[in-house]
């Protein structure tokens, strides 16, 4: 089932959360609500599950009301299930007894089942302080999930697990999810998170929803510098669009600290004259030996590519990724690959 925001706005006392958000989780997908914090994601997942009454605008299951101004079920009247950060297990019971609680019919079968799906066999008789972190967390999910709830909500549920470890749980529970068809919000500070679980993302800024869509989407059509950011690699570097002078032939000219690049790199008609933030990934720079060029402030293999770090003038770098042998003692000029960048006008 989808869930639906329309028109939603919150406020904490005189402090606006959140301003006219609008945007629909598709059925069976998982939506990642991005943002650092304060931005508004935590308490967008909270209206959903019904943690938070809604004042302005309402809140859709499968197009139906299930909450406005007025209208606030509580979380157990909602069909939803929540993953919280710290799992949130009863710690009186077993996890099995965790699992169970909330179903209709908590048969021995159906706990184990669970207990296999999220990796946890034979530990349904352990408390939760006798297991790890990571299975805590497994267990919290395997009980959200069990009662069959229309809706997941999790808020930051892999935060407190290391990084390893959080890398097979993000895998395991998209599999999970996408499995059973799961309709799922997801809140995360963390863009490498998001990418790697999201069908969907929603990036949020004070309250507001900057760009909503695919990782495709947002990698190929940011909005903004800053939903390109999210990117690893991700890069800003600040450009003026110039007309050409005499001896550089017709047209314009993106002058920056690195050198100048043709304005052809930019996708996308910007007037000449403005000032601009060009959003580049680090795959995207070439590197041209050059003994007028810049210094390599730092050369780090990453496998079978590298990272070079080059440094401009007074505080400005400018990263490459490139697999092409680098002269730590050489200079080089960053040039980049022809209709790569994205322009956005400096505010």
Same mark, same amino acid.
């Given at each position: 089932m989808? *869930?639906?925001f329309r028109h939603i706005a919150h406020a904490?006392?005189?402090v606006a959360a959140l301003s006219d958000v609008s945007f629909t989780a598709p059925a069976g997908?998982?939506?990642? *609500? *991005?943002?650092?914090? +304060?931005?508004?994601?935590?308490?967008?997942?909270?209206?959903? &599950? +019904?943690?938070l009454p809604v004042q302005q605008g309402s809140v859709h299951v499968a197009g139906e009301i299930l909450a406005e101004p007025g209208v606030n079920p509580p979380p157990e009247a909602r069909g939803v299930g929540l993953v919280f950060q710290d799992?949130? $297990? /009863?710690?009186?019971? !077993?996890?099995?007894?965790n699992i169970a609680f909330g179903m209709d019919r908590a048969e021995a079968q159906v706990i184990e089942s669970w207990l296999d799906q999220v990796g946890l066999s034979g530990l349904g008789a352990r408390y939760p302080h006798e297991i790890s972190g990571g299975q805590q967390q497994r267990a919290a999910l395997a009980r959200a999930m069990a009662p069959g709830p229309d809706v997941l909500l999790m808020d930051?549920? /892999? &935060?407190? @697990?290391?990084? @390893?470890?959080?890398?097979? *749980?993000r895998r395991d529970c998209r599999m999970l999810l996408k499995a059973?068809?799961? !309709?799922t919000i997801l809140v995360t500070h963390d863009p490498e998170e998001a990418l790697d679980i999201g069908d969907r993302i929603a990036v949020m800024d004070a309250g507001k929803i900057v760009q909503f869509g695919t990782p495709h989407d947002l990698h190929e059509n940011p909005a903004a510098a800053s939903v390109g950011a999210i990117f690893r690699g991700a890069q800003v570097v600040r450009a003026s669009r110039q007309p050409c002078s005499d001896d550089e032939g017709d047209g314009d000219i993106l002058r920056t600290v690195f050198g100048d690049w043709p304005a052809s790199c930019v996708n996308g008609a910007l007037?000449? +004259?403005?000032? $601009?933030?060009l959003l580049i990934y680090a795959e995207q720079v070439e590197l041209v030996a050059d +003994?007028?060029?810049?210094?390599?402030r730092d050369v780090h293999p990453l496998g079978a590519t590298k990272r070079v770090l080059l440094e401009g003038p007074g505080a400005d770098e400018i990263t490459a990724i490139t697999d092409a042998p680098i002269d730590p003692a050489a200079r080089y000029r960053p040039t980049p690959r022809s209709g790569t960048a994205r322009a956005f006008l400096r505010d």
């Open positions: 989808s *869930l639906e904490y006392g005189e997908e998982i939506t990642c *609500l *991005l943002g650092s914090s +304060g931005c508004g994601k935590s308490t967008l997942l909270n209206l959903a &599950a +019904g943690l799992g949130a $297990l /009863f710690p009186h019971m !077993t996890i099995a007894a930051e549920p /892999f &935060a407190s @697990v290391d990084i @390893v470890l959080r890398r097979r *749980l059973r068809g799961t !309709t007037p000449s +004259g403005t000032d $601009l933030d +003994g007028a060029g810049l210094p390599a």
